[in-house]
């Protein structure tokens, strides 16, 4: 459990909702459920009761939530007589997912984050001066950052339902620049039908309800508990641009 974990937390419990904090936080939803479901599992206990028109607090939820408001309130006191910068942040939806899930760079509570696009965010540079930016393009003319290429393990996921997994069809984003898409594309041609999406968060939506096979990265696919379609990986190649001080 981490700090991102709390401030999630926090927005379930104030909200009442996993679709309205997914979108506060600029979340896939199944991201936000994912978090929430390792918490209980941590703390082995039930924080929330599902229901179809939103979910309640458990007791333990409650006294939990004058925890994490404790806990998040003492934090910010502390960086703020440190340093009181807030990072800005310019990244894509799917990569957002992978940091909240592995490296937690970013601060989803304090720091200034635009979520845009990978075909979007070259352009999109020049428009304010961005502390960390993570895309899946190589950038050139940012002399004043520091540049880490990094690997993103992949693996064709699906989830097991009623549906034979040969039947599936494979799901892809419809932006063109989105490296999962070529990938995808590349793998399957013209052998199963394709359905185009506007954003990672639609597409893990259908796959966790078996209405089709994506490209996801390894992490993200294993911490949704998704089954393998092939245990062939694939490497996607991502940049991440810390800005230099």
């Known amino acids: 459990m981490n700090l991102n974990d709390?401030?999630?937390?926090?927005?379930?419990?104030?909200?009442?909702?996993?679709?309205?904090?997914?979108?506060?936080?600029?979340?896939?939803?199944?991201?936000?459920?994912?978090?929430?479901?390792?918490?209980?599992?941590?703390?082995?206990?039930?924080?929330?009761?599902?229901?179809?028109?939103?979910?309640?607090?458990?007791?333990?939820?409650?006294?939990?939530?004058?925890?994490?408001?404790?806990?998040?309130?003492e934090l910010n006191r502390f960086k703020n007589g440190i340093n009181s910068g807030v990072q800005h942040i310019l990244t894509s939806e799917m990569l957002l997912n992978i940091d909240i899930q592995t490296e937690q760079k970013i601060d989803i509570a304090k720091d200034e984050i635009d979520i845009k696009r990978t075909s979007e965010i070259p352009s999109?540079?020049?428009?304010?001066?961005?502390?960390?930016?993570?895309?899946?393009?190589?950038?050139?003319?940012?002399?004043?950052?520091?540049?880490?290429?990094?690997?993103?393990?992949?693996?064709?996921?699906?989830?097991?339902?009623?549906?034979?997994?040969?039947?599936?069809?494979?799901?892809?984003?419809?932006?063109?620049?989105?490296?999962?898409?070529?990938?995808?594309?590349?793998d399957f041609a013209n052998s199963r039908k394709i359905i185009h999406l506007d954003s990672f968060e639609n597409i893990l939506r259908l796959v966790e309800l078996g209405k089709g096979l994506t490209l996801l990265p390894f992490e993200i696919g294993r911490a949704r508990e998704l089954e393998h379609y092939s245990h062939h990986k694939k490497e996607i190649i991502f940049y991440s641009y810390q800005l230099i001080r």
């Open 124 to 186: 999109q540079i020049g428009s304010k001066v961005y502390d960390l930016i993570y895309c899946f393009q190589r950038l050139k003319n940012l002399s004043s950052y520091q540049m880490l290429q990094k690997k993103l393990e992949a693996a064709y996921f699906y989830q097991a339902l009623d549906l034979p997994r040969q039947n599936l069809p494979l799901l892809v984003n419809k932006d063109p620049a989105c490296p999962f898409r070529k990938q995808s594309l590349h």
């Open 6 to 73: 709390l401030t999630i937390f926090l927005k379930i419990y104030e909200t009442g909702s996993l679709n309205k904090s997914s979108k506060i936080l600029g979340c896939a939803q199944s991201n936000i459920s994912a978090r929430l479901k390792s918490m209980e599992e941590e703390l082995g206990t039930i924080l929330f009761f599902r229901r179809y028109n939103g979910i309640l607090p458990t007791e333990q939820g409650r006294k939990f939530y004058s925890f994490a408001q404790q806990t998040i309130s």
